[in-house]
C-alpha cells in the first residue's frame, strides 16, 4: 500500500498555484500506486474472490492517492473521502491478507494523522470514533473471516476480539485525549499569540501617538535614564536651549547648561525625583547653548517599571524668562509706586504739623512786643527752620509726583544751588560735585519742583555711571543757537536760551543706547536699580517747558546733557512779591472752612477770623454739607483740604455747587494725589500749598473771591 498524502504547509487553498516540485511528487506517488497495485493484484491472482483482490490492489488505493492529490488543491473534503477509502481498504485487507489484524489497527491511525492538523471539533470526534470502529470492525473481521481465523491457538476468537477491542479503545481514548490537550494548548497560543500581536500592535500605535506628542509639545520635553543619560529630547528642547537631540540623546545633560551655583541642587533634584517626589514648578536658571541666560519651570516625576524599579525621570520645562523680567518690571514699579504713596503720605502728614508749627510761631512772634527782641529771633529760627522742612517735604513730593504743577519765572542757578546739599547727600563722598553756575544766569519759565526733579534723575544716572567714583558737574549759561544750529537740530528754536548743563565723567554711552536713552521703562541699569522712567521724565518736563535736550556721550568719556530753556523777561513773568503783615488784604465774607487737622483748622480760622472773614469749620465732607445745609447766611467761598477721609475735597465742592450756587473753591494741600487729573480747579490754579503762613492764606484767599467766576 503505498499513497501522496498532500503537505499542508506546501502551498494555500484551492486555486493556488502549486510548486513544481511538489506537482513532480504527486505524479510520482500517483504512478507508484498504480504500478505497485496492479502487481500486488497480478501476483495475488487465485488466492482469493477476484472483486476483493480488484478492490485491494487497485481500486481503493488508487482512489485514495487521487483523493490525497486532490486534498491538496480541492480542500478538506477530498481528504475525508480518503480516510473514508482508508477506512473501507482497512476492511478488505483484514479479509484478505494475513496481516490484516496488524492493518486493522494501523491503517485508520494513518487516516487520524491525516486529519489531525485539519479537523476540529465534532469532525476530529467523529474520526476517532469512525477509526475506532473500524479498527475494531476490522479485528472482528480478521479473527472471525480472514486468513487469521484458521490460526489454532486463536480460539475461542472472541477472548482475542474483547481484549482488542479494550486495546483499540484505550489506545485511541489516550490518543483522543493527547489531541485534545495538544488542540487546547495550540488554541491557547494562537490566542495568546493573538493577543501579543494585538498589543503589540497597540503598543507601537501608542508609541506614535507619545513621540507625535513629545514632538509637537511646545514645551522643552526631557527623559533621563537611571543613569542619568538622556533618552529623550525633543524639537522645543532643541529651540530653546540650542543643543540638537543628536549631541544630546545618549550622553549626560550638557554640563554648560547648568550654572556652576546650582549644578549641585540639579543633581539633588534628580535624586529627589529618581526617589518618588514630584517636582512642581520648581523655577531655576539655565544657559542656552550660546551662552543666553533663561529663568525655567521644571514639572517632572519618576519613572518606573511594573516591579516599581526605577527607570529615570521625566520633566517638562516651561520657558519663563519673560514672565520674570516682567514680573521684575511690575514689582520694580510697584515698589516705587508704593514709595511714592509714602512719600505723599509722609509730606502730607508732615505738611499739616508744619503749617501749625510755622504758624502759630508767626503768630506769637507777630504778638510779642519789640524789646522781646530775643524771643522774636528765636521763633523766627523756629519760621526758618519749618522753611527748611517744608523744602524737604517739596522734594518728596516731587519724587513722588503728586503735586500740582506751578510754573513759575525762576533763576534755574537759583534751584540748582539750594538743591546742592541733598545733591551732595545723594552723590556720596566719591563724587566730586562741581558747580559753574553763570552769575548772570537769565530767567526761565518752569516749575521748580519739576526743575529739581530734573536736576535729581540726571545726577542719579551720573552716579550710578560712575561706580568708582567721578566728577558731576552742573553748569549755567545764556546762549542764543545760531542759524546752523537750528539747521542741524530739529528741535532747536531761534532766540535767546538758558542753558543747564549736567556732565560727568562716567561709563558714558554707545550709539545705540543714545537712540533709545529717552524710551520708556529703557535702562541699561542692573535689575532692581532702575525703572527706565528717569530720562523720559526728564524729555518729559523740558519739553512742556518748551525746550529741548542736546546729549553728548562715548563710551569710556562720559556724559554731558544740555538743556535748553527759552529765556524769559523778568517783569512780565516776576513772581508777586511777598506780602507783609499790614498789605495782608482783609474781608468780610463768609468761608466754609474744610480742615481734618485740628490744629491746622484752628491756625487758619485764627488767621481768617483776624482777616474780618466770617468762617464754618468742619472736620470732613459730610460734616461740611450738614453745615452748608443748615446755615441761614450765604457762603461765599469754600477753602478745602484736597485729601481728607471719606471724602475728597473735589467731591466736597460738587456738591456744596449743587447745593448753594456761586460759592467759589480754593484747595489747600501739599499733597493732591490723583485729584489734580480730575479737578480742573485744582490744574487751573485755586490751590494753597501747605504750610503757609497768614499772608499766603489772606492773598490766596481774596484772589480767589475777587477772581472771575
Not at 533621563?224 to 538622556?230: A, H, I, K
Not at 516625576?301 to 520633566?315: F, S
Not at 511714592?340 to 510755622?358: C, E, P, S
Request: proline letters at 6%; aromatic letters at 6%; glycine letters at 10%.
Amino acid at each position: 500500500m503505498t499513497g501522496t498524502p498532500g503537505d499542508s504547509s506546501t502551498g494555500g487553498g484551492p486555486g493556488e498555484a502549486w510548486p513544481e516540485t511538489y506537482w513532480r511528487l504527486a505524479v510520482i506517488g500517483l504512478v507508484l500506486t498504480l504500478a505497485i497495485s496492479f502487481l500486488g493484484f497480478v501476483l495475488a491472482r487465485g488466492d482469493g474472490p477476484e472483486y476483493a483482490l480488484a478492490l485491494t490492489y487497485v481500486v481503493l488505493p488508487i482512489a485514495f492517492g487521487t483523493f490525497l492529490v486532490l486534498a491538496r488543491r480541492g480542500g478538506r473534503r477530498y481528504l475525508l473521502l480518503a480516510v473514508a477509502l482508508l477506512d473501507i481498504e482497512t476492511l478488505f485487507v483484514s479479509a484478505v491478507f494475513a496481516v490484516g489484524l496488524a492493518y486493522a489497527i494501523l491503517i485508520p491511525l494513518i487516516g487520524l494523522a491525516l486529519l489531525i492538523d485539519s479537523a476540529r471539533g465534532r469532525t476530529m470526534t467523529v474520526a476517532f470514533v469512525g477509526a475506532g470502529l473500524t479498527s475494531f470492525c476490522g479485528v472482528a473481521i480478521a479473527l472471525l473471516y480472514g486468513p487469521v481465523a484458521q490460526a489454532p491457538r486463536l480460539n475461542p476468537p472472541f477472548v482475542a476480539l474483547i481484549g482488542s477491542g479494550i486495546f483499540i479503545a484505550y489506545g485511541l481514548g489516550h490518543l483522543y485525549r493527547l489531541n485534545h490537550r495538544r488542540t487546547q494548548a495550540l488554541e491557547r497560543a494562537g490566542a495568546e499569540l493573538i493577543s501579543r500581536r494585538a498589543a503589540e500592535d497597540e503598543l507601537e500605535r501608542t508609541s506614535r501617538v507619545l513621540a507625535a506628542i513629545i514632538d509637537s509639545s511646545p514645551m522643552p520635553t526631557q527623559v533621563l535614564g537611571s543613569d542619568g543619560t538622556v533618552i529623550v529630547w525633543n524639537p522645543a528642547s532643541e529651540r530653546v536651549f540650542g543643543w540638537t537631540s543628536g549631541e544630546v540623546v545618549g550622553s549626560a545633560l550638557p554640563p554648560e547648561m547648568t550654572p556652576e551655583d546650582d549644578r549641585g541642587p540639579s543633581a539633588e533634584r534628580i535624586r529627589r525625583t529618581m526617589a518618588g517626589q514630584v517636582v512642581q514648578g520648581e523655577r531655576v536658571r539655565r544657559l542656552t547653548k550660546d551662552g543666553g541666560e533663561l529663568w525655567i519651570d521644571i514639572y517632572a516625576g519618576p519613572l518606573r517599571d511594573r516591579e516599581g524599579a526605577p527607570l529615570g525621570v521625566a520633566g517638562q520645562l516651561v520657558d519663563v524668562t519673560e514672565r520674570v523680567a516682567l514680573e521684575a518690571r511690575l514689582r520694580q514699579a510697584a515698589k516705587m509706586e508704593a514709595i511714592g504713596v509714602l512719600a505723599g503720605g509722609i509730606a502730607h502728614d508732615f505738611n499739616n504739623i508744619l503749617t501749625a508749627i510755622r504758624g502759630y510761631a508767626d503768630l506769637v512772634r507777630r504778638g510779642l512786643p519789640e524789646e522781646r527782641e530775643r524771643d522774636r529771633a528765636d521763633l523766627a529760627e523756629v519760621i526758618a527752620a519749618a522753611d527748611r522742612a517744608t523744602e524737604l517735604t517739596r522734594q518728596l513730593l516731587a519724587f513722588a509726583r503728586k503735586t500740582v504743577r506751578e510754573p513759575r519765572t525762576l533763576d534755574p542757578a537759583a534751584v540748582v544751588s539750594e538743591f546742592v546739599p541733598m545733591l551732595r547727600r545723594l552723590l556720596g563722598e566719591d563724587v566730586e560735585l562741581v558747580l559753574r553756575l553763570a552769575p548772570e544766569t537769565g530767567r526761565i519759565k518752569a516749575d521748580p519742583v519739576q526743575l529739581e526733579q530734573v536736576v535729581l534723575n540726571l545726577a542719579v544716572n551720573a552716579r550710578d555711571a560712575m561706580p568708582t567714583g567721578g566728577r558731576l558737574e552742573i553748569a549755567t549759561a545764556n546762549l542764543t543757537p545760531d542759524p546752523k544750529y537750528i539747521a542741524s537740530h530739529p528741535d532747536a528754536r531761534p532766540g535767546p536760551h538758558v542753558l543747564l548743563t549736567v556732565s560727568d565723567t562716567g561709563l558714558g554711552m554707545d550709539e545705540a543706547t543714545l537712540s533709545h536713552m529717552f524710551e520708556p521703562f529703557f535702562t541699561t541699569k542692573e535689575p532692581g536699580r532702575g525703572t527706565g522712567m528717569g530720562l523720559a521724565n526728564v524729555f518729559g518736563i523740558v519739553k512742556m517747558s518748551d525746550g529741548w535736550i542736546e546729549v553728548q556721550s562715548e563710551p569710556g568719556k562720559g556724559t554731558a546733557f544740555t538743556l535748553w530753556f527759552p529765556l524769559v523777561s523778568e517783569e512780565s513773568t516776576a513772581d508777586a512779591p511777598a506780602a507783609s503783615p499790614a498789605l495782608v488784604p482783609r474781608g468780610s465774607e463768609t468761608i466754609l472752612f474744610v480742615e481734618d487737622d485740628a490744629a491746622v483748622r484752628g491756625f487758619g480760622r485764627r488767621c481768617l477770623t483776624d482777616l474780618g472773614y466770617t468762617v464754618l469749620e468742619a472736620s470732613s465732607g459730610s460734616d461740611a454739607l450738614a453745615l452748608a445745609a443748615s446755615y441761614s447766611g450765604s457762603i461765599d467761598l469754600l477753602l478745602s483740604d484736597v485729601v481728607l477721609p471719606g471724602m475728597q475735597g473735589p467731591e466736597i465742592s460738587r456738591r456744596l455747587a449743587a447745593l448753594r450756587a456761586g460759592v467759589r473753591t480754593l484747595y489747600c494741600s501739599g499733597f493732591v494725589g490723583n485729584a489734580a487729573s480730575t479737578d480742573d480747579s485744582i490744574a487751573a490754579g485755586a490751590y494753597l500749598t501747605k504750610p503757609y503762613s497768614r499772608e499766603s492764606l489772606g492773598q490766596a484767599v481774596r484772589a480767589v473771591l475777587d477772581g472771575p467766576v
